[in-house]
T-cell receptor
Framework: SQKIEQNSEALNIQEGKTATLTCNYTNYSPAYLQWYRQDPGRGPVFLLLIRENEKEKRKERLKVTFDTTLKQSLFHITASQPADSATYLCALANQAGTALIFGKGTTLSVSS | GAGVSQSPSNKVTEKGKDVELRCDPISGHTALYWYRQSLGQGLEFLIYFQGNSAPDKSGLPSDRFSAERTGGSVSTLTIQRTQQEDSAVYLC?????????????FGPGTRLTVL
């Protein structure tokens, strides 16, 4: 079955540093990969989508890479700020393309 | 415009009772999804509605779970004979069109506690 792993449950970094979060998947080749942010007590909020034929996508301080050979996506936040502290979820389209399969998330804490 | 809304925000029920959870998607969004998030777990897909097509129910964990979407808009998730393991946050999302390459907009969730 399709499986997604986000390698770190928690990541602690200092303000101003670059945070790098990892998402690995097995058992299939998704056409799309999405990243979401979730704050406590709230629903996830969409951040970025990257397609299988795109190697990299950027949005302000965010950068996502998608390596279909390694079956891995990296999510970077540059010049991190305490306001970036949240749980970040990786999500892949299921084989039918009808729904998203989410990883368990990585909780990022940025200290000032 | 208004985002996805869900009600109630919290629901406490006794084991064996039935519960109904409501989702109002963003107007004009044809796709609607239900997910479940248990403590320390990722989001678990439950069911997907797209327009007038038959829903994808492949994620429903048992026949105690059902959902309907009336008029292509509001959706209700029903859990019959609730069990303690049903305790979780139930999230609804909608997207402009079907298929998982579209951005999904999530509601705030309903926290269900089964005593």
């Amino acid at each position: 079955s399709q499986k997604i792993e986000q390698n770190s449950e928690a990541l602690n970094i200092q303000e101003g540093k670059t945070a790098t979060l990892t998402c690995n998947y097995t058992n299939y080749s998704p056409a799309y990969l999405q990243w979401y942010r979730q704050d406590p007590g709230r629903g996830p909020v969409f951040l970025l989508l990257i397609r299988e034929n795109e190697k990299e996508k950027r949005k302000e301080r965010l950068k996502v890479t998608f390596d279909t050979t390694l079956k891995q996506s990296l999510f970077h936040i540059t010049a991190s700020q305490p306001a970036d502290s949240a749980t970040y979820l990786c999500a892949l389209a299921n084989q039918a393309g009808t729904a998203l399969i989410f990883g368990k998330g990585t909780t990022l804490s940025v200290s000032s | 415009g208004a985002g996805v809304s869900q009600s109630p925000s919290n629901k406490v029920t006794e084991k064996g009772k039935d519960v109904e959870l409501r989702c109002d998607p963003i107007s004009g969004h044809t796709a609607l999804y239900w997910y479940r998030q248990s403590l320390g777990q990722g989001l678990e897909f439950l069911i997907y509605f797209q327009g007038n097509s038959a829903p994808d129910k492949s994620g429903l964990p048992s026949d105690r779970f059902s959902a309907e979407r009336t008029g292509g808009s509001v959706s209700t998730l029903t859990i019959q004979r609730t069990q303690q393991e049903d305790s979780a946050v139930y999230l609804c999302a909608s997207s402009l069109a079907g298929y998982a390459y579209n951005e999904q907009f999530f509601g705030p969730g309903t926290r269900l506690t089964v005593l």
